[in-house]
């Protein structure tokens, strides 16, 4: 049992004002794993204190881009001291196979940091900008939003956590962060990093717990902005909360992308790729291409391809470097799973392979990587996320239909278009309505705008863009003589001093 018993604010480890805690368990044994204490109002008050002393009165708050490059440099290094426990410990906690949990509780957090630390280095706050119906100039400044409320799923914790906090730290603002319950534990890996890499007081805070603990933080007077990633019906009340406050939000929600395979596609590309971009993290990731949208021509090819695909998936502990597919995170979302393949049998769907707990396993959340075929677009498994490794093939006849299908959802995240054209790929890319979109695979980076349209989210993660979702814009309008010495060649772009 590895038992937390404390709280991370203000840059020092303090106990919590409630005695409410969570007991984890490991998903692939179904045994207690550990425990952390559940926030309470008064936790989440004195976190989000300490966020707003270190953006309004600490050294943070005044703090170079400069300085705040070399403190996102020293965290990366601290989570890399840290990277085999951090690896494994998340794999404990979710079930996650530990060659997946090294490259995204480790590997991907860190690059983060590190790239968002240069472009921090190569900012400035300020752009002039001669008027253009007066005489003079404007100075467009780009501030600190202030203290930010991070508020992160279970299923890729650390990258998603990282996804949000570098380019908060980059901005200049102070964060608190609420974990998903089912992820507390790993959470206190990277705030002792933070200790470690001695980032001011204040700037970094933690608070553990549940829905009820997220809700205070949304709430909160003291918060200036939520970043949330999680279910679209989470989103809907958090941004309901934040609309009524008129505080800003970022949402990153859940996904139900498709995958169009034209004619022209190599099978051996399509399969390969949709191993990890279909069934990766047991199916437990919100951007899956869980709609693979097949030619008429070519549908019983890739009915079969994908059968042998989910059948290849070595399930077991996901500690041993030979598993490619853990449990899924808790008994709630294998039934959840469950009952979505019983409802697709019911409206009429043909189970190709899967659907069903592994054989011989009596304990763990596992279920065997699932395919169906001949699935009504309308159906419950073609539209809703289901959040485990259950595709569905659909056959479509001609690219007009394709389009058609793959936009016939409430969700936008993610999606790619398999071909031996580029060209004609992108235009086919250009139709779909979804904020991201690869061709021949799927493979989100750093340096690139991340999110959805429709019911999958607002704003973006990822890239420039994120830094600005963290800052908030005002203009000095200058009305005759030179730009001052100090704000001479500002560049457009920036974040720092």
Request: hydrophobic share 40%.
């Amino acid at each position: 049992m590895l038992t937390r018993t404390a709280v991370f604010r203000a840059g020092t480890w303090q106990p919590p004002a409630s005695d409410r805690t969570v007991t984890l368990v490991d998903p692939s044994t179904e045994q207690p794993l550990g425990s952390a204490p559940w926030g309470d109002a008064r936790d989440v008050d004195a976190a989000v204190r300490a966020a707003r002393q270190a953006v309004d009165a600490g050294e943070w708050g005044r703090s170079t881009a400069t300085e705040r490059a070399e403190a996102m440099e020293r965290l990366a290094d601290a989570i890399e001291a840290r990277a085999d426990e951090l690896a494994r410990l998340v794999s404990r906690e979710i079930g996650q196979p530990l060659a997946v949990s090294r490259r995204y509780s480790v590997l991907r957090p860190v690059g983060v940091l590190r790239y968002y630390a240069e472009l921090t280095r190569q900012g400035a706050t300020e752009q002039v900008r001669p008027a253009a119906m007066r005489p003079g100039h404007t100075v467009v400044r780009h501030e600190p939003v202030g203290v930010v409320g991070l508020i992160v799923p279970w299923n890729y914790p650390q990258a998603l956590t990282m996804a949000k906090l570098a380019p908060a730290l980059a901005a200049g603002c102070a964060v608190v962060i609420k974990p998903a319950a089912e992820t507390s534990l790993d959470a206190y890996l990277l705030a002792e990093a933070a200790e470690a890499a001695e980032l001011p007081a204040g700037v970094l805070n933690l608070v553990p717990g549940g829905r009820d603990t997220g809700e205070l933080l949304v709430r909160h007077p003291g918060v200036d902005k939520i970043a949330f990633t999680g279910s679209t019906a989470a989103g809907r009340a958090i941004g309901a909360i934040c609309g009524e406050l008129l505080r800003p939000v970022s949402l990153e929600l859940g996904g139900k992308s498709a995958a169009i395979v034209l004619p022209d596609a190599d099978l051996d590309t399509v399969t390969g790729q949709l191993t990890i971009g279909s069934f990766g993290n047991a199916g437990q990731t919100c951007f899956l291409l869980s709609r693979v949208l097949a030619p008429r021509s070519r549908y019983a090819e890739l009915v079969d391809a994908l059968r042998e695909v989910a059948d290849r998936f070595v399930l077991g502990d996901p500690l041993d470097e030979r598993t490619t597919m853990g449990p899924l995170v808790s008994a709630r979302q294998r039934d959840r799973v469950a009952e979505y393949v019983a409802n697709g049998l019911d409206q009429g769907a043909r189970l190709v392979t899967g659907g069903s707990r592994p054989a011989g396993r009596d304990r763990g959340f596992y279920f065997t990587p699932t395919v169906f075929a001949d699935v009504d677009n309308r159906s419950r498994i073609a539209q809703e996320e289901i959040f485990g490794p259950v595709v569905c093939v659909l056959p479509y006849d001609g690219e007009e239909q394709a389009v058609a299908l793959a936009n016939d959802s409430a969700y936008g995240l993610g999606g790619s278009v398999f071909t031996g054209d580029l060209e004609h790929g992108l235009a086919v890319a250009r139709r779909i309505q979804t904020g991201t979109i690869g061709i021949n695979g799927y493979a989100p980076d750093v340096t690139a705008p991340f999110g959805g349209y429709k019911a999958s989210g607002l704003g973006r993660e990822n890239g420039p863009e994120a830094i600005a979702s963290y800052q908030n814009v005002k203009s000095m309008y200058v009305t005759a003589g030179e730009p001052a010495r100090e704000v001479r060649g500002a560049r457009t772009t920036g974040m720092g001093r």
